[in-house]
């Protein structure tokens, strides 16, 4: 009954949640209310709930949607693919738990008949939580983002982890709720509201906290720091610095503007069976006021900071050749592979000319909005010497209708009609970059320089963020000035460096975050364009309106993101489709990392084929990720592998998927390790406490301590390097080491000392021996204090 109540609280549908077990007859409610549903199924261990309004079915042990459809339609037909069901491939396959994944070109009227009352995928809103416009306008900017919302739809398998708050999961979580086709008018994101705040306290209550001027170098996506140094914010790879906030601002409290969601339609999954087509929606628009808080940047960065941490892919991990010291890991992820570029810098001496270079790493770029006379010198100094570029900003005004014409044609009359004193110059994004890449000169005492920079690599998608805000020492302001940028072919080679790898250099506009108010209180919106339909729709709080593109020409932008556009990649896509329709007969089929199509189909440049997602160093399956590497992998027949292989190169081809026997004998040698360490440090650590008066006490640093523990209990998988006293070691006269006092230290018995380091070496030893003495002293004055205490109860 979808207009029920929750058994626990009382609250009413609709989205209420039934437990699916057996002989249970509860209904709970939602994130909306208590989530008393998820409690139940905690509680009772009842996985599966269905929702009473959507029928949507979830499962709480793999916290992941059940789609029965197609679950039911799998026992029904062959696990093979395509039309190699014949032949050699009659046979059953190797005996592993591995699906086959159908191949098939999706029929584009097929799924519309289905949803015909119903509003397109994508069309789901999100609830203010309070305060939390710039949360939804960041979440809908991302989940516009077909590279990222994919992998998670898709690639579900690489979305696993066991620490909380695990943001990844309630991410992946939110996206299947968001692009589900029978999904509420809109999603309450509380759980990962909920998780952010744990990560990171700033977010925490009502309290505006405003900075987004800084170079947001906050958050790792990796579950390490300092893996790398110098980049900058948007899922960083690496964690540089947390960002202090300037200030705390009240926000006043009003309603929310009333809209409706429609989420980017995602590039078609061309090895999916199931696609979906085009619906059309039209829903009305009422407007009301509403401000929030200045942190749309820092949301930005911390939101996948965590939420992809979990995700995150090692790509070194060996120890050194020694054995003994820890070797700095690099971490790679989804997040890096859409959002990262980087920057090469040069700084060129005017003594002695001699020129340093540096190569960071960035995942956002933070624009100066150039004034009158920065305008005037960077006509005059940069482009003079940059050659016009064709198919400029202008050039999109032609394309868009006579409504665009008309909105242009007006807009240059009443700016010919005012005073260029009073109206300003009008300051473009290529304005912005310019200001950005122009040289710096160097001056002080010690420094006669300039320097400048250029970018290396270019990433797949753009993100922009113009420095609207500036903080002063006893003030603050926003910069309103209206910042003219392209829906289409924003080129960036100018500000490319020769050594730069990028093919492509274009990019059109997917999304856009506006800020309206002041720079102490303000809302969040967000613009985003549906890449099926071309249509952009302005997104607020839980609702969404279709809007013309001139109403995104004249905002007011704060944050852009730009993707890569190539029409190669997708004649390149529609060549795999043509070949994948084909159905030849082939003699083998070829396993391809999910991960990497996911990338063909939604990259412009998606790189060499990489399996090593799924395989070993030994070109095995891990056997930690042999139960689910259905999830890891998608079939192909042979002429398909074969065009992509030539096409892209990589590798490595895998016809055959077997657990992996060495890695296996190194898992087992592993357990049994962590095995003998912790039942020996426990037994020396219970003879060390039973003993009354211990002739020497030895110090260890806690901070190694903790290490070695997570890994002895399995949850690092990095074995520690060297005992490390350096810390807590303090060496005084005669060479003798002391224990620094206000240390993080622990005490240990001489044999538990003997073990470790023999283990593992390191040092300096610091053993504290206790003078007998003072320990008799002690024990004396304990008694008179003993003495004294009875003869005064009598």
């Not at 909306?32 to 499962?59: E, G």
């Not at 397109?120 to 939390?132: D, E, F, H, Q, Y």
């Not at 809908?140 to 620490?163: I, M, W, Y």
Request: net charge neutral; with cysteine; proline share 5%.
């Amino acid at each position: 009954n979808t207009q029920g109540t929750c058994q626990s609280c009382g609250a009413v549908g609709p989205n209420l949640w039934a437990c699916l077990q057996i002989g249970c007859p509860y209904v709970g409610c939602g994130e909306s209310y208590a989530d008393h549903s998820t409690l139940h199924a905690q509680d009772k261990k009842h996985n599966l709930t269905v929702n009473l309004t959507t029928f949507r079915v979830w499962c709480y042990a793999c916290e992941k949607e059940v789609f029965l459809d197609q679950r039911l339609a799998a026992h029904t037909q062959s696990p093979s693919v395509g039309s190699v069901k014949q032949g050699v491939c009659d046979s059953p396959l190797p005996a592993h738990p591995l699906k086959a994944v159908p191949i098939a070109v999706a029929d584009e009227g097929e799924s519309e008949s289905e949803d015909d009352d119903l509003k397109p995928r994508g069309l789901t809103g999100m609830k203010n939580l309070g305060n939390s416009c710039y949360m939804n306008a960041a979440l809908q900017a991302l989940s516009n983002c077909p590279p990222l919302t994919q992998f998670f739809l898709e690639c579900g398998g690489l979305v696993r982890t066991d620490k909380k708050p695990a943001l990844c999961k309630s991410y992946q979580k939110l996206v299947s709720e968001v692009w589900h086709k029978k999904r509420p008018s809109y999603v309450v994101p509380s759980s990962l509201s909920h998780g952010i705040k744990l990560v990171n306290p700033m977010f925490r209550g009502y309290a505006q906290q405003v900075g987004p001027q800084q170079k947001l170098q906050q958050f790792c996506l990796c579950s390490e720091r300092g893996a790398r140094t110098g980049v900058s914010h948007l899922f960083c790879v690496c964690l540089n610095d947390l960002i202090k906030p300037l200030a705390n601002v009240q926000e006043s409290k009003s309603k929310q503007k009333i809209k409706i969601m429609i989420n980017e339609g995602i590039p078609v999954f061309i090895f999916d069976v199931k696609h979906v087509g085009l619906e059309k929606s039209a829903l009305k628009r009422k407007l009301k006021a509403r401000q929030s808080r200045n942190i749309i940047i820092i949301f930005l960065k911390l939101r996948l900071i965590v939420l992809l941490r979990d995700v995150c892919v090692s790509l070194s991990a060996q120890m050194q050749a020694s054995g003994k010291k820890k070797k700095e890991l690099r971490y790679r992820s989804v997040i890096s592979d859409i959002f990262d570029g980087s920057i090469l810098s040069l700084v060129q001496c005017l003594t002695c000319d001699r020129v340093s270079t540096t190569v960071e790493t960035f995942q956002d770029l933070s624009l100066p909005i150039p004034g009158k006379e920065d305008l005037a010198k960077l006509h005059s100094a940069i482009y003079q010497s940059v050659p016009a570029k064709t198919g400029a900003c202008g050039d999109n005004y032609a394309s868009q209708g006579w409504i665009a014409f008309i909105m242009e044609y007006i807009r240059r009359f009443v700016v010919s009609c005012i005073p260029s004193w009073f109206w300003g110059p009008v300051v473009t994004l290529e304005d912005c970059l310019a200001a950005f890449f122009a040289a710096d000169e160097l001056k002080g005492e010690l420094r006669n320089g300039v320097k400048y920079c250029k970018v290396l690599r270019l990433p797949e998608i753009l993100c922009i963020h113009l420095k609207r805000f500036r903080h002063e020492v006893m003030y603050s302001f926003k910069i309103s000035s209206h910042v003219s940028f392209p829906l289409e072919g924003l080129d960036l080679r100018p500000f490319l460096a020769k050594e730069c790898v990028s093919q492509i250099t274009t990019y059109d506009l997917l999304s856009v975050i506006c800020h309206h108010g002041t720079a102490g209180s303000g809302h969040y919106i967000a613009y985003c364009q549906n890449v099926i339909n071309g249509q952009w729709y302005e997104f607020d709080d839980q609702y969404v309106t279709e809007v013309h593109e001139t109403v995104v020409q004249n905002a007011e932008a704060y944050v852009l993101f730009y993707r890569k556009s190539s029409e190669e990649a997708v004649r390149e896509r529609q060549k795999v489709v043509s070949l994948a329709s084909m159905k030849e007969h082939s003699l083998l089929q070829f396993y391809v990392s999910r991960e990497w199509l996911n990338k063909f189909n939604t990259f412009a440049e998606p790189g060499p084929i990489t399996n090593h997602t799924f395989l070993c160093s030994h070109g095995g399956i891990p056997p930690n990720k042999y139960h689910y590497i259905d999830d890891l992998v998608v079939i192909l027949p042979q002429n398909v592998w074969e065009y992509l292989y030539n096409r892209f190169g990589g590798g490595p081809a895998v016809n055959h998927l077997y657990v992996c026997s060495i890695c296996q004998v190194e898992i087992e040698a592993l357990a049994k390790r962590r095995r003998i360490e912790i039942e020996t440090f426990i037994k020396l650590n219970k003879a060390f406490l039973a003993e009354e008066s211990p002739s020497v006490i030895y110090c260890i640093s806690m901070q190694w301590f903790r290490e070695w523990e997570a890994f002895v209990r399995g949850k690092d998988n990095e074995p520690p390097g060297p005992i490390d006293n350096s810390k807590i070691a303090l060496t005084k006269a005669g060479g003798h080491m002391h224990v620094k006092q206000g240390t993080d230290y622990g005490q240990i018995s001489e044999e538990t000392w003997i073990y470790l380091s023999t283990l593992y070496g390191g040092g300096p030893e610091i053993a504290v021996r206790p003078n007998v003495a003072q320990v008799q002293e002690l024990g004396d004055l304990h008694g008179e204090q003993k003495i004294e205490a009875e003869t005064r109860a009598v």
